[in-house]
């Protein structure tokens, strides 16, 4: 009973895996949302007031209050990964141990960029977009608020922030409701959110001067710049580093994920130097057709990995390794789970058979079976961890068919997520 358990969780986990990355996530809108209050408050106790001139003591004391909370959470937090996460690297472990590998897997490294270097484009391109509407768009906040309020203090300014924040939180946690629907799930999440952000850029943009008006103007720039923050969370800040990491088997997925995330940083850079040579409304020019380069690149490189067992991309990985790429038939080459270069262009969905693919799956099942019985000899637990226990009927299924010489069609086995499976000779 506990192996079938325990398949249960590998399940759930699979069909909540996006929700529950998401919710990590929301404490990057939670951490903005805190940091801000606490500034607000720390200036407000350090000064005495909210108005202008700020004292030299008080912005010191309000600077070092600040980080002085966030290194007692990152101490907290390096704690925790150290000492509390068991087990971490498990998957990866077990992806060497699969492919015959014990140090850092440079084969895979050098074939990821011939075999998937159209995903690289994808996610790395997707990102560098993102930071830059994101990291961009809060460059530019201070211009915002003096629109609205062209008197306004540094709490002032500080108080929109925090607003803004808060309009944020509420994308964040969509993103969590809506990321693993297969209807909606990463792919549209993503492409939707581009879309629209792309939308009230260009609003923004080509209206600038309008919106600037006292009244209605006003706050309809108010309304258009926070739906943006909105979209933004309920849309690729959500969606690029996660897809990021699920796009890519095990033994290069860190790698794969760094490189995405260093060109996002340089997205978040970008805006950063440009924007000291540029005017407000050429800003807005500017960061507009980031949202149309993102939609674009999402449309075609990028695919889609709801409810896609990640087990699959090292199933896939191992033959294409060893150079068998058509001998795989499962879900990883799936139409639904491929980009539209690799559906259309590459075709490589012309494998895909699902007959075939479960008569391999109870294969391995076999294979792992086997394994089971002499698992009490190995001492890497990650990697026993990983591996998981097998279901009592699949050990009920192999230990009939190996004590009584039993024919397939006596018996059946039900694989994860699938209806139970008849075997046929």
Same mark, same amino acid.
């Given at each position: 009973?506990?192996?079938?358990?325990?398949?249960?969780?590998?399940?759930?986990?699979?069909?909540?895996?996006?929700?529950?990355?998401?919710?990590?996530?929301?404490?990057?809108?939670?951490? #903005?949302?805190?940091?801000?209050?606490?500034?607000?408050?720390?200036?407000?106790?350090?000064?005495?007031?909210?108005?202008?001139?700020?004292?030299?003591?008080?912005? #010191?004391?309000?600077?070092?209050?600040?980080?002085?909370?966030?290194?007692?959470?990152?101490?907290?937090?390096?704690?925790?990964?150290?000492?509390?996460?068991?087990?971490?690297?498990?998957?990866? =472990?077990? $992806?060497?141990?699969?492919?015959?590998?014990?140090?850092?897997?440079?084969?895979?490294?050098?074939?990821?960029?011939?075999?998937?270097?159209?995903?690289?484009?994808?996610?790395?391109?997707?990102?560098?977009?993102?930071?830059?509407?994101?990291?961009?768009?809060?460059?530019?906040?201070?211009?915002?608020? =003096?629109?609205?309020?062209?008197?306004?203090?540094?709490?002032?300014?500080?108080?929109?922030?925090?607003?803004?924040?808060?309009?944020?939180?509420?994308?964040?946690?969509?993103?969590?409701?809506?990321?693993?629907?297969?209807?909606?799930?990463?792919?549209?999440?993503?492409?939707?959110?581009?879309?629209?952000?792309?939308?009230?850029?260009?609003?923004?943009?080509?209206?600038?001067?309008?919106?600037? =008006?006292?009244?209605?103007?006003?706050?309809?720039?108010?309304?258009?710049?926070?739906?943006?923050?909105?979209?933004?969370?309920?849309?690729?800040?959500?969606?690029?580093?996660?897809?990021?990491?699920?796009?890519?088997?095990?033994?290069?997925?860190?790698?794969?994920?760094?490189?995405?995330?260093?060109?996002?940083?340089?997205?978040?850079?970008?805006?950063?130097?440009?924007?000291?040579?540029? $005017?407000?409304?050429?800003?807005?020019?500017?960061?507009?057709?980031?949202?149309?380069?993102?939609?674009?690149?999402?449309?075609?490189?990028?695919?889609?990995?709801?409810?896609?067992?990640?087990?699959?991309?090292?199933?896939?990985?191992?033959?294409?390794?060893?150079?068998?790429?058509?001998?795989?038939?499962?879900?990883?080459?799936?139409?639904?789970?491929?980009?539209?270069?690799?559906?259309?262009?590459?075709?490589?969905?012309?494998?895909?058979?699902?007959?075939?693919?479960? #008569?391999?799956?109870?294969?391995?099942?076999?294979?792992?079976?086997?394994?089971?019985?002499?698992?009490?000899?190995?001492?890497?637990?990650?990697?026993?961890?990983?591996?998981?226990?097998?279901?009592?009927?699949?050990?009920?299924?192999?230990?009939?068919?190996?004590?009584?010489?039993?024919?397939?069609? #006596?018996? =059946?086995?039900?694989?994860?997520?699938?209806?139970?499976?008849?075997?046929?000779?």
């Amino acid at each position: 009973m506990e192996g079938h358990h325990g398949h249960e969780a590998a399940l759930r986990d699979r069909v909540h895996r996006g929700r529950n990355v998401i919710l990590a996530f929301t404490m990057q809108g939670w951490g #903005q949302f805190f940091n801000q209050g606490i500034l607000i408050l720390c200036l407000l106790v350090f000064h005495g007031g909210s108005t202008p001139p700020y004292g030299e003591v008080s912005a #010191q004391w309000t600077f070092r209050v600040s980080f002085a909370f966030v290194g007692i959470v990152t101490l907290y937090l390096i704690y925790h990964r150290v000492y509390q996460l068991k087990f971490a690297n498990a998957e990866l =472990k077990l $992806s060497k141990k699969n492919n015959n590998v014990t140090g850092y897997d440079v084969k895979s490294l050098k074939l990821v960029l011939g075999h998937y270097w159209h995903r690289l484009v994808g996610t790395a391109g997707n990102w560098f977009c993102n930071d830059f509407f994101f990291y961009g768009a809060k460059i530019f906040s201070s211009t915002f608020i =003096k629109v609205l309020d062209p008197t306004a203090t540094v709490v002032t300014g500080w108080n929109w922030n925090l607003l803004n924040v808060g309009v944020s939180l509420v994308g964040y946690y969509m993103a969590a409701l809506l990321i693993d629907h297969r209807f909606y799930g990463r792919l549209r999440m993503q492409a939707i959110g581009f879309l629209i952000i792309f939308i009230i850029f260009v609003i923004c943009a080509f209206k600038f001067d309008e919106l600037q =008006k006292p009244g209605a103007p006003v706050k309809t720039f108010t309304f258009l710049y926070m739906f943006a923050s909105f979209w933004q969370q309920l849309g690729p800040n959500a969606t690029t580093f996660l897809l990021a990491a699920e796009l890519y088997p095990a033994p290069i997925r860190a790698t794969a994920h760094g490189f995405s995330a260093a060109c996002g940083k340089l997205g978040a850079l970008a805006p950063a130097v440009l924007y000291n040579y540029i $005017s407000n409304q050429t800003k807005f020019y500017v960061v507009t057709w980031f949202g149309l380069a993102g939609l674009i690149l999402t449309w075609i490189f990028v695919a889609d990995t709801t409810g896609l067992d990640l087990r699959e991309q090292e199933r896939y990985w191992v033959l294409v390794r060893q150079g068998r790429v058509q001998d795989y038939h499962g879900m990883a080459i799936h139409p639904r789970h491929l980009s539209f270069y690799e559906h259309y262009v590459l075709k490589r969905d012309r494998y895909y058979d699902p007959v075939l693919d479960r #008569q391999q799956k109870i294969d391995e099942l076999r294979k792992r079976y086997e394994d089971s019985l002499a698992s009490d000899d190995d001492d890497d637990h990650e990697v026993k961890h990983a591996q998981g226990d097998l279901p009592e009927n699949v050990h009920r299924y192999f230990r009939l068919e190996k004590e009584r010489g039993l024919s397939p069609t #006596q018996s =059946k086995i039900k694989l994860d997520g699938e209806k139970t499976l008849e075997v046929s000779d």
